[in-house]
């Protein structure tokens, strides 16, 4: 049985798309990331398969159940965690109050655990927590209960950097528990860190689904390399160099064969050189572009063909076509 799986999922809100004929499945044990800049039709995505929204057209089934029938899935939401993007709350309960809450709804198995890793005040009231405090709080609430599937919604924002790496240690632990993680994010290079693959989505339809391994093949290595000798930029045209820059570095990013790349080194005396994995937005864009459609700009496709632009992230990621 597949964990999510929808076909033509369409909603719109009156006369405004929200998403258009998504079709997806995400495979138990899977973890998934939903990738798109803002207004693509993640939190669409996600509320109509919760059945908070109901779809306009199209099917939609979470854990095998149908989104549209309210009993079938309000049985499947027990082995279901979901963190919303803005998750709301009664002001004026205490953490613990809020936890003990969903331990009544859903039932708790490590609520405890997830308190300390995370160093929730869960004896405050809502209302004094930081953004944060909030989201951290929120993640244990979707993870107490020992959820089959867990359904995120740019889960990490409002997390500073060292909670965001206890938190994708936590995704990391689960999915080696065989849990299915789906998660949403407007930023490639955040959601690669535990994702086996991505589906991106745009204007409302979903344009590529992406292997992440495949995508770091093709991403290559980043290139920076100081010779004694001066360097013409055709002295480096070999075939998977993209990129090349040449000042008092020479700097590309290349995805071809090691040997072709030290042979021509050898040519060289090389004074430095410097080899890191390049970003996935790089290699993203480069196969997909964001001149806002690039490619089969009617969106539709299978991963193969259609454009789509992931807006500058929270981290600064790259938004530039890198083309080739
Ligand atoms: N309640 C609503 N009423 C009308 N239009 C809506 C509503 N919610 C979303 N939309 C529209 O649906 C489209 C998809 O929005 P959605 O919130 O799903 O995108 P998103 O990818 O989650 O964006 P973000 O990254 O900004 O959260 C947008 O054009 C948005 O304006």
Sequence with gaps: ?????????????????????LSLTV?????????????????????TLLGFLSPTAGEGRVLGRDVTDERALLEAKRRIGYLPSDPGFDEGVTGREFVAYHASLKGDERSEELIELFDVPVDRKIREYSRGNRQKVAIVQAFMHEPELVIMDEPTSGLDPLVQERFNGLLREERDRGVTLFTSSHVL?????????????RDGRLVALEDVEALLDRSGKRVRVQVAESVAPD??????????????WVRFTYTGPYD????????????????????????????YGDEGGGKGDDGKGDGG????????????????????
């Design 189 to 201: 290079s955040e959601v690669r860190k535990v994702c086996d693959r991505v589906g991106i989505v």
């Design 27 to 47: 495979e138990r044990g899977e973890v998934f990331g939903f990738l798109g800049p803002n207004g693509a039709g993640k939190t669409t995505t996600i509320r």
């Design 235 to 248: 002295d480096f045209a070999l075939p998977g160099v993209h990129d090349l820059r040449v000042d008092d």
């Design 260 to 287: 072709a790349l030290l042979e021509r080194l050898l040519d060289y005396t090389v004074v430095d050189l410097d080899i890191e994995e390049a970003p996935l937005e790089d290699a993203f864009m480069r196969f």
């Design 1 to 21: 049985m597949t964990a999510i799986e929808t076909r033509g999922l369409t909603k719109y809100y009156g006369d405004v798309r929200g998403i258009e004929d």
């Design 305 to 324: 063909d259609g454009g789509a632009a992931i807006e500058e992230g929270d981290d600064g990621a790259t938004t530039g076509s890198t083309d080739v």
